[in-house]
């Protein structure tokens, strides 16, 4: 069976042809915004154009050609998107790497890629390429967005901008506009390097049309207002928040504010008040864990109040997926509960949001049913670095709780022998840079990509049973999908972060880093005395609270399913120790590494669990 969004209904096209159009169309005072002493602070699309034509001269004057491959190390801002679209301008290749690698990762893609030159943010970025720079002979030019003195840089972003201008000239301006529309749609754009979580990282080459083709599909699914606003703060060095929160927001004319940072998300939701905001699962969890905890730390009455208007929605929320309106006494309490309640939560993200889109990770249903059930959607996609990205994603019109949604216009998929999920069209990658190998075992002869996911299909909608590589193959020979059986642990109010654990072994087991405050509470309240979390998380009264909160999000699995143990950590998983990536996916064998002690305790050869494991 192959599931298809339907046609392709655009030709073929390039990224500057987006740019250049968008500029011409829509003429906004507001392209971007930026927070400067305080307050946003609005970059027009005259503005940018002319910062990226000059940018794109002052490259050429450097020496940089087309076909060269620049790196981009930067946090979100408006340099990032300047730097990028001169490039695309000049036909040059750019290299995005995420700001928190190391400094033996970016040397890593320097060399592979052979960049040439390479923008950077701060200081701190800078440093990291002063350290490397001999280890990467390609490497001709530093150039910084910002001016630090004795930073290292060969240029800033301003000296490249105003050699750009001083070149300005008629014959100049038209050559900028020749050479940004000679570029073809076959031609790659970016090289994306992947997390390289079982290997060395593969540089990911997409084309323009790869990238252009996925704007354009996703612009039919999702319904754009020419008043838009988004929020950036995904990393832009990400393929999900590259297409769908810098060039999609672009062709649509969406007026993009960058966050200040991922820890200001929450006063700057408020600050910008979008209408549109593209997370990871992580950010939903989290809100849904503040949510919880507010109510249940509030008075009896607040709780009551809470958990009466949660039944409401719970209801008012069937009804509606059902396809029925709901009305008269459930239409009443619902606006009730609305007003009393879920407004708070509306407020928080600045009370005009239209849709959240999610992907990157599997979201929890239950979250996800919460959300839609406080008037709050979700629109849950998928897809991967190779796909550029979306290869499904659910519409306000094809909604399904649990589904990452329908195939976009011009995508394909089917579901293997094996239940892996394949897909085929405009958004496959033209291949791993440098690695021919690796892209043949990837793309079969009929132009299918493997994805390495398992799922099923249902009336077209896709949904995820886990990574084919993270599916666990117990001694017994029970194949157990641990990301679901994750996601309904992470619900619990107790649980912050969670990774199951079992493969060739005799039975599972899970992680867990406690939601500490909750926890926390729970042991005063229980008249436990501890002097530090490490203390905490080994007392047997605490272990049998977190045994038993597992146990009741599990008690509904087969038996081979259910963890048999569980093992508290005191210390949350880092992007900074590597165990998450920048989508804040937990690394399994990260995690299964570092720590291997508490889970070879865990599975300790004279535990009487052992005994009980089928």
């Known amino acids: 069976m192959i599931a298809t969004g339907g046609p392709r209904n655009s030709q073929p096209g390039t990224l500057n042809q987006l740019f250049f159009g968008a500029v011409e169309r829509y003429q906004k005072p507001d392209a971007l915004q930026v927070k400067v002493g305080g307050r946003y602070e609005p970059i027009s699309h005259a503005t940018l154009f002319a910062r990226v034509r000059h940018a794109a001269i002052g490259l050429f004057e450097l020496g940089v050609q087309r076909g060269d491959r620049v790196v981009v190390l930067s946090e979100n801002r408006p340099e990032w998107a300047i730097a990028d679209y001169a490039c695309l301008a000049s036909g040059v290749i750019d290299v995005p790497i995420y700001p928190n690698e190391t400094p033996e990762a970016v040397a890593y893609i320097i060399r592979d890629s ?131 929160g810098h060039y999609l927001m672009m062709e649509t004319g969406t007026s993009i504010a960058y966050a200040e940072s991922i820890d200001t998300v929450p006063k700057n939701l408020v600050e910008v008040r979008p209408t549109l905001v593209l997370s990871v699962p992580r950010l939903y969890e989290k809100m849904y864990a503040a949510v919880l905890q507010n109510a249940l730390a509030g008075g009896s009455v607040k709780k009551q109040i809470f958990f009466w208007a949660r039944r409401v929605a719970d209801r008012w929320a069937d009804q509606t997926l059902a396809g029925r309106e709901p009305r008269g006494a ?40 919460f959300f839609y059930a406080a008037g709050l959607v979700i629109l849950e996609g998928y897809g991967l670095t190779e796909t550029s990205p979306v290869i499904c994603v659910n519409s306000p019109h094809h909604f399904r709780i649990g589904t990452v949604g329908r195939p976009v216009p011009g995508v394909e998929v089917r579901i293997a022998t094996d239940g892996e999920i394949l897909t085929r069209g405009p958004h496959i990658m033209k291949g791993y840079f440098g690695n021919p190998e690796a892209t043949a075992e990837s793309i079969d002869a009929d132009g299918w990509f493997l994805t390495g996911d398992i799922g099923a299909l249902n009336d077209d909608f896709l949904q995820i049973t886990d990574r084919k590589k993270d599916i666990i193959v117990t001694a017994g020979g029970k194949n157990i999908a641990p990301q679901p059986i994750e996601n309904e642990i992470k619900t619990n109010k107790y649980v912050s972060q ?6 060739k072994r005799k039975f599972p087991i899970v992680l867990i880093v406690p939601n500490w405050e909750q926890l926390e509470k729970w042991a005063k309240y229980k008249n436990l005395i501890w002097t530090d979390r490490a203390q905490l998380v080994t007392m047997p009264a605490v272990q049998a609270k977190m045994e038993k909160e597992v146990a009741s999000r599990t008690s509904h699995l087969a038996r081979y399913e259910q963890p048999k143990k569980v093992g508290l950590l005191e210390h949350e998983f880092t992007l900074e120790r590597g165990e998450l990536t920048p989508t804040l996916k937990v690394k399994r064998r990260v995690v299964d590494r570092a720590y291997k002690a508490v889970i070879d305790e865990l599975y300790r050869e004279d535990d009487p669990v052992l005994a009980e494991a089928p």
């Open 330 to 369: 459930l239409a009443l309490q619902y606006a009730i509960a609305q007003r009393l309640v879920f407004s708070k939560l509306k407020a928080r993200t600045g009370g005009r949001l239209r849709y959240f889109v999610s992907g990157g990770a599997p979201l929890a249903s239950e979250i996800n049913k």
């Open 498 to 503: 969670v990774v199951m654990i079992g493969d």
């Open 114 to 244: 052979g960049a040439v030159a390479a923008f950077v943010s701060t200081a701190g970025q800078a440093a990291k390429i002063v350290e490397v720079r001999k280890e990467c002979p390609s490497l001709k030019y530093v150039i910084g967005f910002d001016h630090v003195p004795g930073s290292g840089v060969d240029h800033t972003l301003a000296d490249l901008e105003a050699r750009g201008a001083a070149g300005l000239t008629p014959e100049r301006e038209d050559a900028f506009k020749r050479t940004a529309m000679a570029v073809q749609p076959d031609d790659v754009a970016t090289i994306i390097y992947t997390s390289g979580t079982t290997g060395k990282p593969k540089g990911v080459m997409l084309t323009h049309d790869n990238l252009y083709s996925n704007v354009m599909a996703s612009k039919e699914v999702i319904p754009f207002s020419g008043s838009a606003v988004a929020l950036s703060f995904l990393p832009l060095s990400h393929v999900f928040e590259r297409m769908a």
